[in-house]
């Protein structure tokens, strides 16, 4: 276990990506984490409501438990923690091309995560949504298609995203406990 001094910011699946006031966790050592650890083995090495934010960024794709990994992530935040989350949307070509994913995001999935879907009862752990969005590749036309996608995203995951699909989905959530 970390000591109870330490950051309490997480960056798990770190890789280059190190954060400097964060606790960077990852599943090798030649990325020089301070934690290594296989995220699909639970329990992470962290006590309970542990730390203020975390970071997720093109980590949760490669897990093999979604539903799992939210509940850890959960588990280790304290209530009204900061999830930082980044995972390719569905439709970006690289969701398919990296061999490592395996699982693909809509813009809906976390909503399985919050009070207001009907089918929340996978787990009990639940986070308010801050902020989702579609991100496009910066290119002019990408600037006009993500203002409507973000506007109308049922429209646009059912109607649009193979003619214009997108690059990635970024998710800020706030962890509820009671």
Known sequence: MIAASAPKVLNIGCGRLRMPDAINLDVTDRTNPDVVHDLNCRPWPFDDNRFEVVHARDIIEHLHDTVAVMEEIHRVCHPGAIVHLTVPHFSAAGAFTDPTHVRFFSLFTFDYFTERHPNN?????????QVIQLIFHPRLLNKVVWRLANRFPRAYEERWAWIFPAWFINAQLEVVKQ
Not at 121 to 129: K, W
């Open 121 to 129: 009862f996978y787990t009990s752990c639940r986070f308010r949504p």
